[in-house]
């Protein structure tokens, strides 16, 4: 028979958005006219629901498809054609109506319920005393739909099909997990090559600049270096100075000699003596400089080059920290993940019996 969805269950209604008959009502009309032995409605079942639904797709284009031949070659009285566009006509649910079978256990309930309803309406009259009418269809049945081994054979097609629906859905469940999780490592890989790419990028910046302050240095070392030969070709200017001094000295003592040899022998012993004290001094002096000269030069070398050797140790210690703390940071990353993620795939394998291995990979982008 068909039923109006008009007596749907109320409480339903506020439960539930989807338009469902109620069985229960169903089975409280009905027993007004005897016990009933069974009631089943195929919309309310998911594994007839679903197969119905399959079936009346593809029936239902062959049916529009001998119906559009027969608009241009004439009409068709074939039986096929009658019995599908009645079955779809009745079996097919709609917003409206539903089918619904009923078995008595007496016979005469059931020609009580075909007498009472046939050519009939149902009224419902609700709490506000408002009455709610709707036409119902009533026939046999005839497609043997309640016979024992029908109910037999849909509880083995929906045992069947519920199987398959879990394993479906667990199929997908799976997919979406695996979806979700890629994600995660497409977005975890991206972050990681953008923080890789900042880095990098600090790290040219740094490059850089370390490049300007050693050249910097290297401009100021030359001028250092300049002032300091500028300085010795100085005191080598002095020295020359000094030594031609001493030697215009030495030529007036030969002249003296030579044009004095009235002066006593001890003045001029004295005179020698004084000059070569005043050479040895000079040269004493001469020495003390360029000793002075070449201490300051290594002195100031030994300091570049000791501020240049602590620069470059200070960069390469910084740059394996900075790497170790990468790497430790991205280990603690992926295990956080993987940890998240480790219980669900553990409790979808037990239920499943599959087993999982989960690696973890550290990813260092320097290649170390």
């Known amino acids: 028979m068909i039923m109006p969805f008009t007596l749907k269950d109320r409480n339903h209604r506020k ?14 009309v009905f027993e007004i006219f005897g016990d009933i032995r069974c009631v089943d409605i195929p919309q309310l079942d998911p594994a007839q ?70 050519n009939m309406k149902l009224v419902f009259v609700d709490d506000n005393n408002k009455a709610y009418a709707a036409n119902i269809k009533v026939d046999f049945d005839r497609s043997k739909y309640l016979s024992d081994k029908n109910i037999r054979r849909r509880r083995i097609y929906r045992e069947r099909f519920l199987r398959e629906e879990k394993i479906r859905l667990d199929r997908l469940k799976r997919l979406e997990e695996e979806r979700q999780r890629v994600e995660r490592e497409e977005k975890l890989k991206n972050n990681l090559h953008k923080r890789y790419f900042e880095k990098q990028k600090k790290d040219r910046f740094r490059e850089r600049e370390e490049k300007r302050k050693i050249k910097q240095l290297e401009r100021k070392r030359q001028v250092e270096e300049t002032e300091i030969e500028r300085r010795i070709r100085h005191e080598e200017r002095k020295l020359i100075v000094a030594q031609r001094k001493l030697e215009s000295i030495r030529l007036l003592g030969c002249l003296f000699k030579l044009i004095a040899p009235v002066v006593s022998k001890q003045k001029v012993l004295q005179e020698l003596i004084n000059l070569e004290e005043a050479q040895k001094k000079e040269q004493e002096e001469k020495d003390r400089l360029e000793k002075m000269n070449e201490e300051c030069r290594q002195q100031i070398l030994a300091e570049k080059e000791y501020e240049l050797r602590t620069k470059i140790l200070k960069k390469y210690q910084e740059k394996n920290y900075e790497r170790e703390e990468y790497r430790r940071e991205r280990l603690r990353e992926i295990v956080q993940e993987k940890r998240t993620a480790l219980p669900s795939f553990v409790q979808n394998g037990k239920r499943l019996g599959l087993s999982y291995e989960t690696k973890i990979y550290a990813y260092d982008p320097h290649g170390d």
């Open 15 to 28: 439960s539930s958005d989807k338009n469902e008959p109620s069985e229960a009502i169903l089975r409280r």
């Open 49 to 118: 629901r679903a197969r119905i639904n399959s079936y009346f797709t593809f029936e239902k284009l062959d049916y529009d498809r001998r119906q559009q031949n027969a608009d241009d070659h004439g009409p068709s009285t074939s039986k096929v054609d009658t019995c599908v566009a009645k079955t779809y006509s009745l079996l097919k649910a709609n917003d409206f109506t539903f089918d619904a079978y009923v078995q008595f256990v007496e016979y005469i309930s059931f020609v009580k319920a075909m007498d009472a309803l046939r």
